[in-house]
């Protein structure tokens, strides 16, 4: 059973910065594909952002230049350095995992398989 939690979330002024953490059995941090998405209220789920098992990343366009995705593997932690928010970015954000390589399942959610319960960032003007 692959368990994820995140933490970090919170409120902040536009220009602000954040930090996400996922939290991963070790197993899954070192061999499976990790991810951040997000959703929004009554908008669909979104990628924001991959990093494969090789260290290979993936952005969402919207963030680009804005959020890192990162990992400690002394920690089997995922990371999300948020910085320059905007309100758009608001939204619920989850820690997902797959056992297949990030070329393949991308930054569509429905190709991702587990998932943590979310955290949620809201941005405000």
């Known amino acids: 059973q692959v368990q994820l939690v995140e933490s970090g979330g919170g409120s902040v002024q536009a220009g602000g910065s954040l930090r996400l953490s996922c939290a991963a059995d070790?197993?899954?941090?070192?061999?499976?594909?990790m991810g951040w998405f997000r959703q929004a209220p009554g908008k669909e789920r979104e990628g924001v952002a991959a990093?494969?098992?090789?260290?290979?990343?993936t952005y969402a366009e919207s963030v680009k230049g804005r959020f890192t995705i990162s990992k400690d593997n002394a920690k089997n932690a995922l990371y999300l350095q948020m910085n320059s928010l905007k309100p758009e970015d608001t939204a619920m954000y989850y820690c997902?995992?797959?056992?297949?390589?990030?070329?393949?399942?991308?930054?569509?959610?429905?190709?991702?398989?587990?998932w943590g319960q979310g955290t949620q960032v809201t941005v405000s003007s």
């Open positions: 997902a995992a797959d056992w297949s390589s990030g070329w393949v399942i991308g930054l569509k959610s429905i190709n991702w398989h587990y």
């Open positions: 070790r197993y899954t941090y070192s061999s499976y594909c």
């Open positions: 990093i494969d098992s090789d260290g290979s990343t």
